[in-house]
Nanobody, 123 residues
Framework: QVQLVESGGGLVQAGGSLRLSCAAS????????MGWFRQAPGKEREFVAA????????VLEDSVKGRFTISRDNAKNTVILQMNSLKPEDTAVYYC????????????????WGQGTQATVSS
């Protein structure tokens, strides 16, 4: 069973930055993807960003490109989401995700989820 522990998040003004971190444990898979989804109030959970095991080209949702970056440390089984130039519409609960194999955008194909961390951007 994979456990995901998230940290980071909080309250920031528009234009500011937040850094989310997620550490995975309990898995024996050597080829896996990690990433982030988010869910704003009244909206569906949506893909934000993900990185695969060889840290090849990450995948980012269009609205965050140029503002968010995703990186990972395989030695620590950790993925980082650096969020810059934040906008009020980025306000959401952010969930760390894990799956064996490659990145997919459909949330139904990510079997492991963290507990979520709140990021709030004030205008």
């Amino acid at each position: 069973q994979v456990q995901l522990v998230e940290s980071g998040g909080g309250l920031v003004q528009a234009g500011g930055s937040l850094r989310l971190s997620c550490a995975a444990s309990g898995h024996t898979i050597s080829t896996y993807a990690m990433g982030w989804f988010r869910q704003a109030p009244g909206k569906e959970r949506e893909f934000v960003a993900a990185s695969d095991w060889n840290a090849g080209s990450p995948v980012l949702e269009d609205s965050v490109k140029g503002r968010f970056t995703i990186s990972r440390d395989n030695a620590k089984n950790t993925v980082i989401l650096q969020m810059n130039s934040l906008k009020p519409e980025d306000t959401a609960v952010y969930y760390c995700v894990f799956r064996g194999g490659r990145i997919v955008l459909n949330r139904n194909y990510w079997p492991y989820w963290g507990q979520g961390t709140q990021a709030t951007v004030s205008s």
